[in-house]
T-cell receptor, first 117, second 114 residues
Framework: AQSVAQPEDQVNVAEGNPLTVKCTYS??????LFWYVQYPNRGLQFLLK????DNLVKGSYGFEAEFNKSQTSFHLKKPSALVSDSALYFC???????????????WGLGTSLAVNP | DAMVIQNPRYQVTQFGKPVTLSCSQT?????MYWYQQKSSQAPKLLFH???????NEADTPDNFQSRRPNTSFCFLDIRSPGLGDAAMYLC?????????????FGPGTRLLVL
């Protein structure tokens, strides 16, 4: 079965320190990979995606993610965390083929990031 | 700015009283999705439209219906809301076939069932 794992329910970091939010996936083929962020009582905001090419993807708000095909991972990173980065982060994957259920995103359970001043 | 708009942002309804949530988009995307999200859980896809083609998820209750009268608008109808239907409802859009296929979300409608 296809799945996405975010092994940490919560990540705590001090402001100014680097942060990593982990994501691994078990999906056949070469899926598209996404990170979304959700602030309280808000919709999900797209951060970044991996389609092909360079394994290091840069996205919004200074976030980046590293794709590792051999480890089937797509970890989200930021060199210097801000208190305003505190939110819920979701990793998601989908099939490259455009048909029916292949358009469906498979979601991780989310990781709550708390950045402490 | 192009965006996904959801109205209302908060909706209170009574047990069993039909309710309609609306979503509109100015992105000219051909796919529109409806998700249900409960208390910081991952969003759960209810159904989606690819143009006019409706795609239902196998585990979506019959109580949930959807309409897409044109490219820009999509509605979620809950025919007889139960207490368990209280949740955040998220609309998303994407343009398929361009090699991007990123889903863009609206701000959500929080539904409260009394």
């Amino acid at each position: 079965a296809q799945s996405v794992a975010q092994p940490e329910d919560q990540v705590n970091v001090a402001e100014g320190n680097p942060l990593t939010v982990k994501c691994t996936y078990s999906v056949s083929g070469n899926p598209y990979l996404f990170w979304y962020v959700q602030y309280p009582n808000r919709g999900l905001q797209f951060l970044l995606k991996y389609i092909t090419g360079d394994n290091l993807v840069k996205g919004s708000y200074g976030f980046e993610a590293e794709f590792n095909k051999s480890q089937t991972s797509f970890h989200l990173k930021k060199p210097s965390a801000l208190v305003s980065d505190s939110a819920l982060y979701f990793c998601a994957v989908r099939d490259r083929f455009n048909a029916g259920n292949n358009r469906k995103l498979i979601w991780g359970l989310g990781t709550s990031l708390a950045v402490n001043p | 700015d192009a965006m996904v708009i959801q109205n209302p942002r908060y909706q209170v309804t009574q047990f069993g009283k039909p309710v309609t949530l609306s979503c509109s988009q100015t992105l000219n995307h051909n796919v529109m999705y409806w998700y249900q999200q409960k208390s910081s859980q991952a969003p759960k896809l209810l159904f989606h439209y690819y143009d006019k083609d409706f795609n239902n998820e196998a585990d979506t209750p019959d109580n949930f219906q959807s309409r897409r009268p044109n490219t820009s608008f999509c509605f979620l109808d809950i025919r007889s809301p139960g207490l368990g239907d209280a949740a955040m409802y998220l609309c998303a859009t994407s343009r398929e076939g361009t090699g991007t296929e990123t889903q863009y979300f609206g701000p959500g409608t929080r539904l409260l069932v009394l």
